[in-house]
């Protein structure tokens, strides 16, 4: 029970793929203007991502190595191609909003990754859980992102109007700038950052050190 719990906790903080592994950055950039879009987006993620990692898990011994990732991105495009027109036949005005990036899960390196790293190599039961709990870390920093950008951007929250805006005779003047995709990389470095200090182990060994002439001169 601990370890079924670990799979869905862990890729919370600890192992979160977006913070941790730096995957999946260009739908938190571009999908995050708002709540509702972060929201929609992490609900089409998480299910392609359990459909996908179950599927494969359940098959896995049955694919040939040489063609596994066929197979995989195969499983995987025709998972997205039926969200995506779940989503433009109930939710056609949040599609429109969302554009191509639904389509773009298939290239997500976050799905394949499980699929490739875990279903691959485990039973159904464990590959659900882990794909669960991969998909409520990405969208839990999909929601920080997303919370933040709508409110300092347009002063709202799931398109309620929560701070007064000057434009109704409020105090409030929204900061455009929270729309634009620079202001989601920078909240999202912002919060690596924070989560790199509080668990000092996530933090890369740097790849070069700078010598000083002193030290050049040592035997």
Same mark, same amino acid.
């Given at each position: 029970?601990?370890?079924? &719990?670990?799979?869905?906790?862990?890729?919370?903080?600890?192992?979160?793929?977006?913070?941790?592994?730096?995957?999946?950055?260009?739908?938190?950039?571009?999908?995050?203007?708002?709540?509702?879009?972060?929201?929609?987006?992490?609900?089409?993620?998480?299910?392609?991502?359990? #459909?996908?990692?179950?599927?494969?898990?359940?098959?896995?011994?049955?694919?040939?190595?040489?063609?596994? #990732?066929?197979?995989?991105?195969?499983?995987?495009?025709?998972?997205?191609?039926?969200?995506?027109?779940?989503?433009?036949?109930?939710? !056609?005005?949040?599609?429109?909003?969302?554009?191509?990036?639904?389509?773009?899960?298939?290239?997500?390196?976050?799905? #394949?990754?499980?699929?490739?790293?875990?279903?691959?190599?485990?039973?159904?039961?464990?590959?659900?859980?882990?794909?669960?709990?991969?998909?409520?870390?990405?969208?839990?920093?999909?929601?920080?992102?997303?919370?933040?950008?709508?409110? #300092?951007?347009?002063?709202?929250? &799931?398109?309620?109007?929560?701070?007064?805006?000057?434009?109704?005779?409020?105090?409030?003047?929204?900061?455009?700038?929270? &729309?634009?995709?620079?202001?989601?990389?920078?909240?999202?470095?912002?919060?690596?950052?924070?989560?790199?200090?509080?668990?000092?182990?996530?933090?890369?060994?740097?790849? !070069?050190?700078?010598?000083?002439?002193?030290?050049?001169?040592?035997?």
């Amino acid at each position: 029970m601990a370890k079924a &719990l670990g799979h869905v906790t862990g890729p919370l903080i600890k192992g979160n793929p977006v913070t941790l592994h730096i995957l999946g950055i260009c739908s938190a950039l571009a999908v995050t203007t708002s709540v509702a879009t972060a929201l929609t987006m992490s609900a089409a993620l998480t299910v392609v991502l359990i #459909l996908s990692s179950a599927a494969i898990s359940s098959i896995r011994r049955h694919i040939p190595a040489s063609i596994r #990732l066929i197979v995989q991105i195969t499983i995987i495009a025709s998972l997205v191609i039926v969200m995506d027109m779940f989503l433009q036949a109930f939710a !056609f005005e949040m599609s429109k909003r969302l554009s191509i990036f639904v389509g773009l899960i298939v290239t997500n390196c976050l799905v #394949l990754g499980r699929a490739e790293g875990f279903a691959r190599q485990n039973p159904v039961w464990p590959s659900t859980l882990d794909a669960l709990g991969n998909g409520l870390g990405y969208s839990l920093i999909l929601l920080v992102v997303g919370t933040i950008r709508e409110i #300092l951007g347009a002063g709202s929250f &799931l398109g309620h109007e929560i701070l007064p805006l000057v434009e109704n005779g409020g105090w409030f003047q929204p900061l455009r700038l929270m &729309l634009l995709a620079p202001s989601a990389f920078f909240i999202l470095g912002f919060i690596v950052w924070i989560i790199r200090c509080l668990r000092p182990e996530q933090v890369e060994e740097p790849e !070069f050190r700078v010598v000083g002439l002193e030290e050049e001169r040592r035997p």
